[in-house]
Structures are given as C-alpha cells and as structure tokens.
C-alpha cells in the first residue's frame, strides 16, 4: 500500500477507536463526601474550621465532635457520644461545598475523636475527619464483642398500613425491613439491635430487640424487626436502627392524625349540652306552679261604650224569640192594651185566683 494512502487510513481507525471507547458515568466519577478541618488539634473553648466538597446540592448537614471515634469505623457510640449542645448546622451550595466554623467542645466520651458530618433529611451520607481534643481523655476503642461486623446493603423501609382502630386513636404499627451483612470475620449469632423512634428534634427512644439467627462472615440476612408508637401519635416520626452503638440506618414515619377522636369529641360537644338541656327543661316544667283550672263557660265580656251616648237596651235572648208567649202581637189590639191572648189567660179555669172566688 502506498505510504500516501495508508496514513489516512490509520488516522481514520485512530478516531474510530477513540469515538468507540466507553465513557465512565459521572456518578462513577463523582467522589465521596469529604471533609477537612482548619487545624487538626485544637482546645476546649477554641474553634476550627470545617470544609466540605462532594456532598448532595443544598443539603442540610449537621456538624458534631463525636468521641471513641474514627473514619475507618464511624461513630461507634451513635449520636450519644457526640457533643450535641456544641453541633452546628450548614447547608451544601449548588456545587455540594461548605464552609462553617465550628466551636470546640469536649465529647461526653474519651477520644478518639472526630469531626462528624452527615445530611439531617434524605438521602443518608456522612464523613469524618480526625481531631484531637486537647486535655480531653484518651482511650482505645472497644473492641467488638460480637465477633463480627454488620453493615445495611439496602435501604430500610417500613412495611404496613393504619387500620380502623388506629383511625380512633390505636397505637401505630408498623414493621422495619432492611438487608444487613456480615463485614468482618467472625459469625454474628442472634444480634441485639436497639430501634428508636423520634418525634420532630426530640432524642429518640431506644428499645432493645433480639434477631433469632446466625449470619456468617460474607453472607447477609433480611431483618425485619417491630416499630409501635403510643395510642394518638401523629405527626413526623423518624425510625431508627442501632448496633454496636452505632446508627445503621433511619427512616421517616408519616403517622396520620386519629381523625375519629376529633370526630367523637366533636359529637360529645354537641350531644351533651344538647342532653343537659332537654333535662332542664323537663325539671322546669316539672316544679314551676301550675293556674287553677277555670269551670263552666266564660262569661261574655260587655261591649265597650262610648261617652255621651246612651246605651242601647240589651236585646232579648235569641231563644225568647222562638216562644210565642214572649212574642208582641201585632195589629190594632197592640196599642190598645193587652192581647186576646193575654185576657183569655188570665180568666182560665187554671188560674187559682179565679177558682177560689167561684
């Protein structure tokens, strides 16, 4: 082949193969959250410095000194051997960094110590950075009394539903799922895992809960372990789950308000005073004094009279009218003086004057 025409050709594989060649994902490329401080000691009632990079866009994070402590094993003792009171809050930029100063304060532990950081809502990351406290207590870290190690390979979830009794104020029940393994190199026989539940900023409160099993070194095991809250609980839960004194996972619970409590207070509000009422009421009724009772009927009332004007003669009664002995007679004998009628009765046999006389 003629050299002209073969070095076009090799520049065209050239570009092919590389055009060809796999892209690396970003996530792959992306680093882990990293944490620095301003200086690596420093004393009870100074302050350093703490830097981010690589973290979730505007997420909140929370900064606490953490004792018995180091970033091959995280926080061993959870939250609790944190300098809580002393923590300080930050959120990420749009590019995952911070900056924030941070006092320097004494763990309720001895050293090791580090830097905790770790996002307050979402999706779960955290890095530490050492620091030693100056004059603050210095011992080993514990070593591991179950002879193994175990870390969360899948999120926790909360499996089951609110029934018609959790609607009238039941306490709600729920189940915590999550996939553990064994990371270190002794078997785990029957762990003892404590599961916390919060309510808003509240510490949570732990409970002890023994898993029936063995998970040797390698292998992993489905845990499934109970979550019940007090009767009427609602609002904003956050379930916890801790071994070894450290926090393995956490998941938020959404526990609805017991609307049928509201709805009964609501029927006592109005049925009660409604019942105390109708009981007064038949009381009232019952003692007030009761007006004697009228017999035979009312008497007509007399019509009303007007000044200056003689009353009218009272009319005859509407039954004098039908009798023909109270009738005045009519005719020539009316203005003369008495009626036929009338004389011939006052001579009747029947009068007793007239028979005494004869």
């Known amino acids: 082949m003629n050299s ?3 070095i076009p050709v090799l520049l065209a594989l050239l570009l092919l193969t590389v055009s060809l060649a796999p892209v690396a ?3 792959a490329a992306a680093d882990p959250p990293v944490v620095k401080l301003s200086k690596s ?3 009870t009632g100074g302050s350093i410095t703490v830097t981010g990079s690589g973290w979730r866009p505007h997420a909140l994070l929370m900064i606490l000194i953490c004792g018995q402590s180091a ?3 995280g926080v061993t003792g959870g939250t609790d051997s944190c300098a809580n009171s002393d923590g300080r809050a930050v959120t990420a930029d749009a590019e995952g960094r911070f900056s924030r100063r941070l006092p320097v304060a004494e763990p309720p532990v ?6 905790h950081v770790a996002t307050a809502q979402g999706a779960k990351a955290e890095a530490d950075a050492v620091l030693q406290v100056a004059g603050h207590a210095v011992e080993p870290l514990p070593a591991d009394a179950a002879g ?6 899948a999120d926790a979830r909360l499996d089951g539903s609110s029934g018609l009794l959790t609607w009238f104020g039941a306490p709600p029940a729920r189940t915590l799922v999550l996939t553990v393994g064994n990371v270190g190199g002794a078997a785990v026989k029957n762990p003892v895992f404590q599961v916390g539940t919060s309510h808003g900023v509240f510490a949570p409160e732990w409970q002890e809960q023994q898993w029936r099993g063995t998970i040797r070194p390698g292998g992993k095991a489905r845990i499934e372990l109970p979550v019940e809250l007090p009767g009427g609980a609602h609002g904003d839960y956050t379930v916890s789950l801790k071994y070894g004194g450290k926090v393995m996972a956490e998941h938020p619970w959404d526990v ?4 049928g409590v509201t709805l009964f207070w609501i029927l006592v509000l109005l049925v009660v005073p409604a019942a105390v009422f109708r009981a007064g009421m038949a009381v009232v009724d019952r003692v007030r004094p009761r007006s004697p009772r009228r017999r035979g009927p009312r008497p007509p009332e007399p019509a009303p009279r007007l000044p200056g ?11 004098s009218a039908t009798l023909p002995w109270f009738t005045p007679d009519s005719g020539p004998d009316a203005a003369g003086g008495h009626s036929a009628r009338h004389d011939d009765s006052s001579t009747s046999p029947a009068d007793p004057t007239r028979k005494g006389s004869g």
Request: glycine share 8%.
């Open 25 to 27: 994902p970003a996530s």
């Open 41 to 43: 000691q420093a004393g």
């Open 256 to 259: 609805g308000r017991p609307w």
């Open 110 to 115: 001895p050293c090791p110590c580090v830097v």
């Open 4 to 6: 002209k025409v073969r």
């Open 71 to 73: 970033p091959s094993t």
């Open 309 to 319: 004007l003689k009353s009218a003669p009272d009319r005859a009664p509407a039954s």
């Open 148 to 153: 193994g190690r175990l870390a969360v390979l």
